[in-house]
């Protein structure tokens, strides 16, 4: 009915009422078109302005959604997780009870992970269970099965290693090398060094590449026993072969070794890689280690170096640490680079000792001729404004001591104001062993005057050679006077002091030696046997 009408007012409807009426729509249409966009324009301009209380939707993405996987793939993945970490053994085993309590099948991936989490605890007995079970499910264990077994035996006797390549190779699992890896790193904590060089060989013949971290291991380990040839030579040869390369701290602990053997070789070629190429920064214990291989080597340019290498690490620069650079310079007859050491020292306020200069006096003690050219080098430095030290002149007069001249030694002590120093205890004491030598008491006399009137502190080895000197005497009285200015100054005599004046006193008749002996006994020291047997036959004689 409503259908008809329709197509009845159609049909009959006049024609120009019609028109009217669409031309009439048509304008109201585009009316609203027009107010609809300005409306839209408007509130497209006032959002671009959004009020601070209006917030999009908030949106938390679900890290944890997989979609639709099966049991067994959740528990994979579960599982691997677990194997990836540490200390997840706990987690692992409760997932295998709820597998079980689901009637779930484990696979291959489920055993390697329990696997796994068992070998990162070392428990050998429990991953040979879960092998046993593996073959019991009809599962047969692949190498990285075998992998763990190895590496769950880490802690345990070699027997368990040998144990697990046999079943390996009975399952026609051969190694590779990760399998060599474990190996060398079980055979390493015990510190088989010809063992592990044995495996890495046997690596080489099939064809197998060395893995980084067990040849490391390899190199401490022969670093660590004082083969350091051994450690550099591997090192090299791994880094000749393969374009990985050796970490900072294996470099370091070859440079340690080479240090401790004074392997010169090896400590310059590890100290140009570890501190020059990989800019590593060595402590201070290993800088000493190197300056000594230097001074037994005359390596000067090493030894400068380090010294500058201690300057930047913050070490404050002491006695000890130049005394192997001087030692350095001697050995290579370097000898105004040596002196020249002292005025660095006295420059920082550091007091050479006199076993600072000994390799210089070793030097010119062989014959008077480099005594003699020394004067020359003192020059030169002293036209360069170098201060020169007490300690040069020293070994002057040491090195002519020596050599029996104790003319030439008392003309160095006498040039020394014309360098511009001052003679210090060790000059006078030299000089008083050259007097000791030649038995020249005046001139030691005039020397203990000296050194009053120089404000010289004389030290007890001043005391012991002006007693010896006066016990070379025919009237030694001042032996006594001098041994008890010794006490009271609170320096015990030495050994040799007394025996020096029981010798006397036995020699001469003198029943003062006994005192001696008594005094000696009460110091703590022991007669010799030497001394007992001369004291009886003296007495006896008498």
Sequence with gaps: MLASSSRSVLKHGSRPHFTHSWRSHTVGVVCLIGQVYRSFTRRWQYSTTVSPKIRP?????DSTFRGSVSQLARCQY?????AKGTRRLVPCLRLVREMKREHVRPDLTIYNSLLACIAEEGLPLEAWAVMDDMIAMGILPDRQSYHHVLHASRWSPLEATWETLEKMADQG?????????????????????ELALQFMHEMSKRGFTPDLTATQDVIKLAAHLNFPRLAIDIAQNFEAHSVRRIDGETWMSCLVSSAESLYADGVQKCWEKAIHEMNLTPDEGTCIAVLHTCARHGLPDLATDVIRVLRSIGVNWQEYHFAPLLEAFSRVGKLKEAFGTLHLLRSNGIVPLPETTQPITDILKRDLDAVD?????LDELRDEGHTIDAAAINTIIEASIALGDLQRAVGAYKAIREYTSKPDVETFNH????????????????????????????????????ILLCLTQPTY?????????MKAQKIVPPLRVYEAIVRTCVAAGDSRYALALAELEQCGYSLSKDLQRHVATSGSSA
């Design 78 to 82: 579960e599982a691997t997780s677990h």
């Design 477 to 485: 009285e001042d032996a006594f006077f001098y041994l008890e200015e």
């Design 173 to 193: 699992t051969p190694p590779n090398e990760q399998t060599y890896a474990l190996i060398i790193k079980r055979i390493t904590t015990t510190e088989g060094i």
């Design 431 to 466: 000089l008083l062993q050259g007097c000791i030598n030649a038995n020249h008491r005046e001139l030691g006399d005039k020397l203990l005057l000296d050194l009053k009137q120089a404000n010289v502190r004389p030290n007890a080895l001043t005391y012991e050679r002006t």
């Design 373 to 377: 050219g020394v004067w020359k080098i």
């Design 57 to 61: 939707w908030a949106f938390n993405q």
